[in-house]
């Protein structure tokens, strides 16, 4: 079970978390044209990456923030953890 | 029975009480002390069960967890467990055990057939055998196997012990409490660090109980018991027996079972059977140790052949001899310790030795005390059927591979050491790159991927010395990283026996002519020719050599089995060990309860019931209640002798005709406030929600990204910047963790507040062409007229002296009302409206009516919103506002969703009028096509219509939108009917919807 640091709370176990897949992921701005196929890259084209990625949480049972976490995703070590405000450096 | 093979003294058990234990029927004596597996072997039981495969006699193998032989099934308190190793069930009075695997019974086993037959039953015999006629397998192959073969028999009743979790965080976890464990527990309590010692035995010290060493002038018992007492003393450390780590998960995290119970006759008031124990741990320490492996030779599974450290733990433990005429087959120094403990109780071992001219501290003192050394020599089979009673041996040459003339000699054990293998099971899970060490022939861990390191015998360091030094060191080194404190332990004066190195032979050639079987894994009767016949096969990975054989699949994992599996293969392929690899180390490292892992999540704790706060008036009032998610509702009133279906008749007719009561607390209710709600809501739902004016509720869907509806609901404008948003009962949670993402992370400058309500308020529909007449009564003081309050509008109301919120919505179809009380009114206000409402015939209806009504109305619901459809499958599609995007827009103009013979929803009805039909059967168009039968659509939801009283369904029917009209069969195969039908619109009621507005 992972241990992730909620840049709110501190170290919380994994349950009591839930996943939000690519944290880098940026929604297409409401209202203006977009092809195709840079929405269907939004909506279902992920890279699945093996490695450092950069996914979304969510504190649940905790204080309900989305957290944005670094994490290796054949090894499960995580680098860093940052507040939704937070951009991803 | 006299304990015949129990020696006068000695041994760790309490003499002065006898225990009285049963096994297969027979009344046995034992000591306080003994396990099941020391007490048997005391009375000459030698005999315990039947192998997997063959059916061959089982006796006993090990002395501890590595045991692959000696599995019983357990009586204890009224109570059955199978899968038990009797090495490691301590006895207690009343112990009741019985032999698994035999049938009829162990003496007698029909199943030691497939021993006769054995050429029939190679690697892989069961996937080429028992897959062909298909036909057979179920009536006659499975039920054979299963009559045969399997570990003991689990207990159907349910389980009446209690079994807990416990969440623990320490700086040093450290497993074992050998003289690894001790020493870098001692040193890291020492400074100061939070310590847990985990013992998997009952009685600490490992090895130091049973080898002759001496540590700061002290026996290692002694030393070890010392330290224990004072670790135990130590505030910063909790030390535990009959606790063992299992798995190593991610982060540092492990998981310890701690058996509290089950070495007692029953499990004391208040206390748990067994505590699963979920441990954060900044560093740990493995000091699992070692353990010994087998030489291969023939017949090397009768019982009486075993491991010599586990006949020598009987002695030195147990005061028990597991033979009397032991021949002891080593290739090192370890069997020499078992021969001389024989001798120092007068028995009279054989050592065969595979090397040929050993020499060693060890062996002088073997030799000092006349012991029967034969050098070069090899047991080349083992003789006797239930119990060995003798052995062949021979001489072996130089290289191994040529056996001299066979000599059989007597003898009633076979004691086998083929040196030791590191239990490398935690350090593997934990994601340690093991490495494969040539000096001992076995993996050691390597690089270390967690905050784990290795001591002792499981590092493959094997001196006491050489032990003690590093793990003091390492206990220290961690805990001082941690602590910033440093108290060096003096290291103690340390003697042991000088030993030799081992010779790196491991199987005996078969004599000519000769076709015993070689085992290597016991517990799955795997032996040297099913591994051949694998490789020849064309497997070449070892973990397609293990599934194909079973090699190393048992409940013991291969614990004893494994590596010689390894030589073996890397022989045969003339690879070494190290490039065959082994297989991947899976928790449990020892087989768990069930009932430990699940803990207290057993019936009504494996999920929290939610109940409304009109929950005691339903009960009284004979509701039959349904789970709906984690909340029970009822599901209908019953009356007198109705069943399901007639009292839903009932309950929904009324609301048709009369005025019904429904219970809606469990609906989803997010509260939603800020200057930008409003622009929340209409970027979330499908319809504008910009100009909604205060006191008035709208009909919203939502979209997922994808297109695909999420939920549906209204949502009342409370005030100005204040919003009542409901959401289905299912989706509640989900529905506020989508607002909450798009409002932190996609449009944080909205500046907007959401937050669940679900729980505040209890909710009544009220529901029927008489609720008008009956909201008057409950509140005179406001005009609910349709003037007042018309459709879709809100107000808040006085009820009795309890503020009400009014929203009139309908979900029935029907002129409807719901009443919203702060919770703790809930149950108030459920009586004041049964009351009010006598005088129109009101009553109160349940979930099954709700879904009648909705369904013949053709509201969807969840049953339609399935993760599946879009708002055009749902005749939805009037409420995608073209002025603005909103979440999912953009996915429904892709090409499936916006295809002119898109699925929609349809009214089903059976031509015959009288035939219900079942949720989930397919729409077809001829129901005596050729199979697979085109399938057009499917029933999602199923009632019997009260307004025209007939069956009534919907369906979500491919091209829907011009199938009104045609005639179609539904057709259900898993009921074995096929339906004439009509498909009609899915609004079967009130097409035109006056009656909400009425
Ligand atoms: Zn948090």
Known sequence: MLHIKCPHCGIRSQNEFSYGGDATIKRPELGKEISDQDWDNFVYNRKSLRGKHWELWQHLSGCRQWIKVQRDTATHEIFKTLKANEEIS | ?998
């Open chain 2, 1 to 998: 029975m006299t304990q015949s093979f129990r020696l006068e003294s000695g041994g760790l058990i309490n003499r002065d009480k006898k225990i009285s234990f049963k096994f297969n029927g027979k009344n046995y004596f034992g000591y306080e002390g003994d396990t099941l597996a020391s007490a048997l072997i005391a009375n000459g039981v030698h005999l315990i069960g039947r192998s997997f495969k063959y059916h061959r006699p089982r006796g006993f193998f090990g002395a501890g967890v590595d045991e692959p032989y000696a599995i019983v099934q357990l009586y204890r308190n009224g109570e059955t467990e199978p899968n038990i190793k009797a090495t490691e069930q301590e006895l207690f009075e009343g112990l009741e055990a019985k032999s698994v695997n035999c049938w009829p019974s162990v003496n007698f086993d029909i199943g030691a057939i497939n021993n006769f037959l054995k050429i029939f039953l190679p690697a892989g015999f069961y996937y080429k055998t028992f897959m062909w006629p298909k036909s057979f397998w179920y009536k006659i192959y499975e039920p054979f196997i299963r009559r045969a073969a399997g570990l003991g028999t689990a207990s159907i009743k349910h389980d009446k012990e209690r079994y807990e979790h416990k969440y623990e965080y320490c700086d040093v976890l450290i497993t074992g409490s050998g003289p690894s464990g001790l020493a870098s527990a001692y040193s890291a309590a020492k400074n100061g660090a939070k310590v847990i010692l985990a013992e998997d035995k009952s009685r600490f010290g490992g090895t130091l109980l049973t080898s002759e060493v001496n540590i700061g002038n002290q026996s290692g018992k002694e030393w070890a018991d010392s330290i224990i007492s004072e670790l135990k003393e130590m505030p910063n450390v909790t030390v535990k027996n009959r606790s063992q780590v299992f798995g190593y998960y991610d982060h540092n995290m492990l998981v310890m079972s701690e058996r509290i119970s089950d070495h007692l006759p029953k499990t004391k008031k208040f206390h748990p059977k067994q505590r699963l124990w979920y441990i954060r741990a900044k560093e740990v320490l493995i000091s699992s140790g070692s353990i010994e492996r087998p030489i291969v030779f023939g017949n090397n599974d009768t019982p009486g052949v075993m491991l010599s450290s586990a006949a020598k733990e009987y002695m030195k433990v147990y005061g028990v001899l597991v033979g009397k005429k032991p021949l002891v087959f080593t290739n090192n120094d370890s069997g020499y310790e078992t021969a001389i403990e024989f001798k120092k109780n007068g028995i009279d071992p054989i050592i065969l030795d595979t090397r040929k001219e050993p020499q060693s501290e060890i062996i002088e003192e073997a030799k000092n005390m006349n012991i029967n050394i034969k050098n070069s020599y090899v047991v080349v089979a083992a003789q006797g059927y239930k119990k060995v009673k003798s052995a062949d041996i021979a001489k072996i040459s130089d290289n191994k591979e040529e056996l001299g003339s066979i000599e059989n000699i007597e003898c009633d054990c076979i004691c086998v050491s083929g040196f030791w293998t590191p239990t490398i099971h935690l350090a593997s899970q934990s994601g340690n790159k093991t490495k494969f060490n040539e000096d001992i022939d076995a993996f050691v861990p390597g690089i270390s991927k967690q905050n784990e390191k290795t001591l002792g015998a499981a590092n493959g360091i094997y001196t006491l010395e050489e032990t003690l030094k590093d793990s003091f060191e390492k206990g220290n080194q961690l805990s001082k990283k941690i602590t910033n404190n440093e108290n060096k332990v003096s290291f103690p004066n340390v003697v042991e026996k000088k030993s030799t190195v081992h010779d790196k032979f491991w199987c005996v050639p078969l004599p000519k002519g000769k076709n015993y079987k070689r085992f290597l894994d016991f517990q799955n009767d795997v032996a040297v020719s099913d591994i051949e016949i694998a490789l020849k096969e064309g497997y070449r990975s070892i973990e397609h050599v293990k599934r194909y054989t079973t090699l190393g699949m048992a409940t013991d994992q291969g614990k004893t089995s494994n590596l010689n599996g390894l030589q073996l293969v890397s022989k045969i392929e003339n690879k070494v060990v190290p490039a065959v690899g082994h297989t991947t180390f899976r928790p449990p490292y020892s087989p768990v309860s069930i009932g430990a892992i699940v803990g207290r999540e057993v019936g009504k704790h494996s999920k929290p019931t939610r109940k409304s706060p009109m929950h005691s008036w339903h009960e009284k009032n004979n509701a039959v209640f349904v789970d709906a998610g984690v909340w029970l509702r009822p599901r209908y009133y019953k009356r007198g002798e109705e069943n399901l279906f007639e009292a839903s008749k009932r309950e929904a007719k009324n609301v048709r005709t009369n005025v019904g009561v429904c219970d809606v607390t469990t609906l989803g209710k997010i509260d939603i406030k800020g200057p930008d709600a409003a622009e929340l809501l209409n970027r979330v739902y499908t319809n504008a929600w910009l100009k909604l004016p205060v006191g008035k509720a709208r009909y919203g869907v939502m979209l997922r990204e994808d297109g695909i509806v999420m939920d549906d609901g209204t949502t009342t404008r409370i005030s100005e910047n204040h919003y009542h948003m409901t959401t289905t009962t299912a989706q509640a949670a989900n529905v506020l963790s989508h607002l909450e993402y798009y409002l932190q992370l996609v449009w944080p400058e909205l500046n907007v507040n959401v937050v669940s309500t679900t729980e505040q308020w209890a909710g009544a529909a009220i529901a029927g062409p008489k609720s008008r007449e009956l909201l008057k009564k409950l509140f005179p003081k406001s005009d609910v007229t349709n003037e007042g309050l018309p459709f879709m509008g809100y107000m808040e109301g006085d009820l009795f002296g309890v503020k009400a919120k009014i929203f009139r919505i309908s979900f029935s179809g029907e002129l409807a009302y719901e009443v919203n009380v702060e919770s703790d009114n809930g149950y108030f206000m459920w009586e004041k409206i049964i009351e009010a409402g006598e005088e129109f015939g009101i009553q109160p209806y349940g979930t099954e009516a709700l879904s009648t009504l909705r369904i013949e109305m053709g509201h969807v619901a969840g049953s339609e919103l399935d993760g599946r459809t879009i708002p055009y499958d749902n005749s939805l599609e009037g409420l995608l506002s073209k002025k603005k995007d909103f979440i999912g827009k953009r996915s429904l103009s892709r090409r499936a969703f916006a295809a002119e013979d898109r699925q929609k929803i349809v009214g089903v009805v059976p031509l015959d009028k009288k035939t219900s039909i079942p949720e989930g059967s397919h729409l077809v168009k001829d129901a005596n096509a050729p199979l697979p039968n085109p399938k057009l659509g499917y029933i999602s939801a199923s009632c019997w219509s009260v307004e025209h009283d007939n069956p009534f369904s919907l369906a979500i029917l491919k091209d829907g939108k011009n199938m009104i009209g045609e005639k179609l069969f539904v057709m259900s195969p898993l009921k074995n009917k096929v339906i004439p039908v009509e498909i009609v619109s899915s609004h079967y009621v009130d097409p035109k919807g006056e009656r909400v507005r009425s």
